[in-house]
Nanobody, 114 residues
């Protein structure tokens, strides 16, 4: 199983950015997928998840601003970021939980700065 995150970059406060996570390989039923992020000096924290039943969950800090979605046919998961804040800066990692195992992408850097 491979996950490839992309779409990171520099965005101004209040701006939008869409992250993508392409997943490939052979895997069992996907239980959940999601995004974590890690800011310098901080622990990795959960941003958003989406279950196999398309149920979504968000960290309080991003509720109403971020939206997670998944296109199973294309095997891509997205994280739409809106109304970005400087505290959204960090490396964003996508993950998949399948068959009792966790798989991680390599991370994509997001910097929110004027």
């Amino acid at each position: 199983v491979q996950l490839q995150a992309s779409g990171g970059g520099v965005v101004q406060p209040g701006g939008s950015l869409r992250l993508s996570c392409a997943f490939s390989g052979m895997f069992f039923r996907v239980n959940s997928m999601g995004w974590y992020r890690q800011a310098p000096g901080n622990q990795r924290e959960l941003v958003a998840t989406i279950t196999n039943g398309e149920r979504t969950n968000y960290a309080d800090s991003v509720k109403g601003r971020f939206a997670i979605s998944r296109d199973n046919a294309k095997r891509i998961m997205y994280l739409q970021m809106k109304e970005s804040k400087t505290e959204d800066t960090g490396i964003y990692y996508c993950y998949m939980q399948s068959g009792g195992s966790d798989y991680w992408g390599q991370g994509t850097q997001v910097t929110v700065s004027s």
